[in-house]
Nanobody, 120 residues
Framework: QVQVVESGGGLVQPGGSLRLSCAAS????????MGWYRQAPGKQRELVAG???????NYADSVKGRFTISGDFDKGTTALQMSSLKPEDTAVYYC??????????????WGRGTQVTVSP
């Protein structure tokens, strides 16, 4: 079993910054990808940023130039640095880790989420 835990959410004013962290642990042989998703009330969960192979990144158009994802797959960690935050960034942010167990069984595991609120 693979556990994923997020941390770093909170309340921040518009224009402010926040850093989210995520750690995956447990029955892991290799991590192929990690990503951050968010879900605002009444909306579907959407991809915010992803990283594969530890270096290749992709971002939602709405966060390009403001958010930066990083990862250390050897440690099973990823971080999302968020800057110039807007009220529309308010959501629960979820971390996902994808990879394989020691028996080469694929996994895709989610954290429980961390709340980010952008408000004056």
């Amino acid at each position: 079993q693979v556990q994923v835990v997020e941390s770093g959410g909170g309340l921040v004013q518009p224009g402010g910054s926040l850093r989210l962290s995520c750690a995956a642990s447990g029955n892991i042989f290799h991590i192929y990808s990690m990503g951050w998703y968010r879900q605002a009330p009444g909306k579907q969960r959407e991809l915010v940023a992803g990283i594969t192979g530890g270096t290749s990144t992709n971002y939602a158009d709405s966060v390009k130039g403001r958010f930066t994802i990083s990862g250390d797959f050897d440690k099973g960690t990823t971080a999302l640095q968020m800057s110039s935050l807007k009220p529309e960034d308010t959501a629960v942010y979820y971390c996902n880790a994808g990879g394989a167990t020691p028996t080469l069984k694929p996994f895709s595991s989610w954290g429980r989420g961390t709340q980010v609120t952008v408000s004056p």
